[in-house]
C-alpha cells in the first residue's frame, strides 16, 4: 500500500504560485477547512495543511505576490498568531521562520490524553500541521516545512486564560505568546478551558509533556480560576492546590526542565468605586507564591499585572479586552456576551506581553530569542485597543468556554 505523501517525509516544499490539491487523507497536504483560494475572490483567507508526526517543525513561508500587494497575517494550528499584518507591495516578498509544535492524544501504546467532547474538534489535536492565512489581501508564495528536533519548547499549562481558543471571539495568551518568540522557539500549549492543576494531572496532560520534556525547555503553570471552586475535602489554596503544584515541580525537574508559576490573571471585577479590581481569588495567588519561595520556582504575576492593565484602561475600556460585544455582532449571537473572565483577542495579545516581559524580568535565557520588533511592555501603558488589527478567522462560537 502506498503511504501518503506527507507520511513518507518530515521536510516539505509547496510552490504556492501554482495549483495545488484540496486536502485528503490519501494525499496527506493540500487547502482544508476552507475552499482554495479563488481568482474570483482573491482577498478571502486559506488554510493549508500538512500531515505530520507529534513533533516541532520550522516553517518557513515566503510572503507577496508578484500580481498585487498584500496584507498577510499567519496563524497555526488553533489561531496561534505567528505573522502579523504584513505587508508586501505588488512584486516584492517577505521571508518569515517560525516553529510549530504539533501534538496529537497519544501519551503510549496504552494511552492517551484524555480530551474533553468539545476538544475533539480542535485543529491542536488532530494529525495535521495547519497554516491559516488571513489578513486583508493574503498573499504567500511558498511554504517550506521541516523538523525541528532540537529547538527549546515552551510548554504551557492551564485553562481558558491560557489555552489556544479555537475559535473567534474568545482569544487567550498563549496563543498569542507565539508571535514574539522566532524560529529557534516553539510553543507547546497543553492548556484547556475549564481544568484545575488537579484535572490537567488526572487528564495526562502534563504525562503528554513528559513524553518530550527536555534539558533546556520549559513548563509555564497557570491555575486558580477553577480551582477555587473545588469543593471536595482538603480542597482550597492551602492543600490540594499547593499539593498539586509541588507534583508539577518534581515532574518537570525531573527530566531537567526549567518551571515557571504565573499567578491568575484577574477577572474585570471593578469595586463600587468602578476605579479598583476586586481580587476574586481568594488566597489562591498567595498560595502559589508561597510554593514558589520554598520550592525556588520563579513567578510572573499575572494577577497584578492584569490588575494594573484593567485599571489603567478603566471601567468601560477594558471591556475592550474581554468578550464583550452587543447582540447581532456574530452570526447567530441574539444576546449581548458581557464575560469579565475570558479575553478576546486583543485582551490576550497584551496578557501576552505580559508574560513576555515577566520572562524578561526573571532573566530567562529564552528571551534571547524574542523577535527584533519587541518592545517591552507596561500593562500601566497598554496599546491602543482602536489601533489594534485582527483579521477574524471564520471559525466562530458563541458558546462561553468552560470555566470562569
Known sequence: MLLPMAAMSQTFDFD????????????????????????????????????????????????GSKKKSGLTTVRAEGRRLMVENIATPKGRTATYEFVVNKRSPRIDDQTQ??????????????DKLTLEFNGDAPTVQSIHIERDNQCPTLYLCGNSTVVD?????????????????GPEV?????????????????????????????AGDYVFVEFGHNDEKEKRPGDGAWYHYVYNLKIFIDQVRSKGADI?????????????????IRNSHGEFPA????????????????????????????FEDSKRTLVHYPANT???????????????????YEVAKCVVMGMKQLGLPVVKHLRSDWQDFDPSQPDDWKAFKW????????VKPDGN
Not at 116 to 124: C, F, H, I, Q, V
Not at 298 to 308: F, S
Open 186 to 214: 516553539a510553543v507547546s500549549n497543553h492548556a484547556e478551558s475549564g481544568l484545575t492543576a488537579r484535572t490537567f494531572l488526572a487528564a495526562g496532560r502534563l504525562d503528554k509533556i513528559l513524553t518530550t520534556l527536555k
Open 287 to 314: 498560595a502559589m507564591k508561597s510554593v514558589a519561595e520554598r520550592e525556588k520556582v520563579p513567578v510572573i504575576d499575572l494577577n497584578q499585572m492584569t490588575k494594573v492593565l484593567f485599571e489603567t484602561l478603566g
Open 113 to 126: 490524553v484524555r480530551i474533553k467532547d468539545r476538544e475533539k474538534g480542535y485543529l491542536a489535536w488532530d
Open 260 to 276: 515557571v508559576f504565573c499567578t491568575p490573571t484577574q477577572r474585570r471585577f471593578f469595586e463600587n468605586d468602578n476605579k479598583t
Open 16 to 63: 504556492m504560485t501554482k495549483p495545488q490539491p484540496v486536502y485528503s487523507e490519501e494525499q496527506g497536504y493540500g487547502y482544508d477547512l476552507l475552499p482554495a483560494p479563488d481568482k474570483k475572490k482573491p482577498n478571502e483567507p486559506f488554510y493549508f495543511s500538512v500531515r505530520v508526526d507529534d513533533g516541532n517543525y520550522r516553517v518557513t513561508v515566503v510572503l
Open 391 to 398: 483579521s477574524p478567522a471564520r471559525t466562530i462560537d458563541i
Open 330 to 348: 456574530f452570526p447567530g449571537q441574539e444576546k449581548e456576551l458581557a464575560d469579565n473572565t475570558h479575553f478576546n483577542p486583543f485582551g490576550a
Open 165 to 181: 481558543q479555537n475559535d473567534e471571539p474568545y482569544a487567550s495568551w498563549g496563543q498569542m505568546i507565539t508571535r514574539w518568540f
